[in-house]
């Protein structure tokens, strides 16, 4: 659940940022009242499971990317509204809830890279390496929630919400045009491996200069005293 320990402040720049927010609070005013955040969490992971299986069964018919849209919409709905329910009741559980959501939110995104590289539309080795890039950012993410108090959900304008939302329109643009392949010099690759490349060059950049960045800062804070 997205339920940060409360000295952490949320840090969410996305681009969408303006307006779900708002959205997930109109959910949470109108959700029953059996229905607990940990519910949302497995209903989330409910929606993770559909898409790795959809993106696999594309094999038999490219008509399964609608489920997996379908499951990533499943999966942002409980992804994100579990712990703007806990606070809208204000029944959050600050460790239990930051530990049980990322925890699934890790194993998760190895679902899904590992369903996208098994369909037929991305090589199974760049959607590795984007899978590689997701958790190498998010332990920088976690890390520097610990040194920083500072946990950040967006990067570059971008959140796990609009990686979802691009996955979708790739879906639907693969559905309708097909699984058009471009030579290169270095091979044949998909849109779909195109859509991951960017999305690969983005995370280990991020990665990267983040890295280096707060090394630096770091280094800055805590210099020893010359002698």
């Given amino acids: 659940m997205n339920q940060e320990e409360q000295q952490h402040t949320r840090v969410n720049r996305a681009l969408l940022s303006r307006f779900e927010p708002k959205v997930l609070a109109w959910l949470a005013k109108r959700t029953p009242a059996w229905v607990t955040p940990d519910h949302l969490t497995g209903l989330g992971f409910f929606g993770t499971l559909l898409i790795g299986a959809s993106y696999i069964l594309t094999n038999q018919s490219p008509a399964f990317l609608w489920f997996a849209s379908l499951g990533l919409v499943i999966n942002w709905f409980g992804d994100s509204l579990d712990g703007t329910l806990a606070r809208f009741r204000k029944i959050e559980r600050p460790r239990y809830g930051f530990f049980v959501d990322h925890t699934v939110d ?56 609009e990686v979802r939302l691009i996955l979708i329109l790739t879906n639907v643009l693969v559905f309708f045009i097909g699984d058009v392949k471009v030579r290169t010099i270095l091979g044949t690759y998909s849109i779909y491996d195109f859509v991951l490349i960017a999305l690969i060059v983005l995370l280990f950049s991020i990665y990267i200069v983040m890295t280096y960045t707060n090394a630096v800062q770091l280094a800055k804070e805590e210099a020893l005293p010359k002698k």
Avoid: K, Q, W
């Fill in 106 to 161: 890790a194993f998760g995104e190895v679902i899904i890279m590992i369903g996208i590289g098994l369909s037929p539309y991305v090589n199974f080795d760049i959607a590795l390496i984007a899978l590689i890039g997701y958790l190498l950012l998010g332990t920088l993410v976690y890390i520097l929630t610990y040194i920083r108090n500072e946990f950040r959900i967006s990067y570059a304008g971008l959140s796990p919400t």
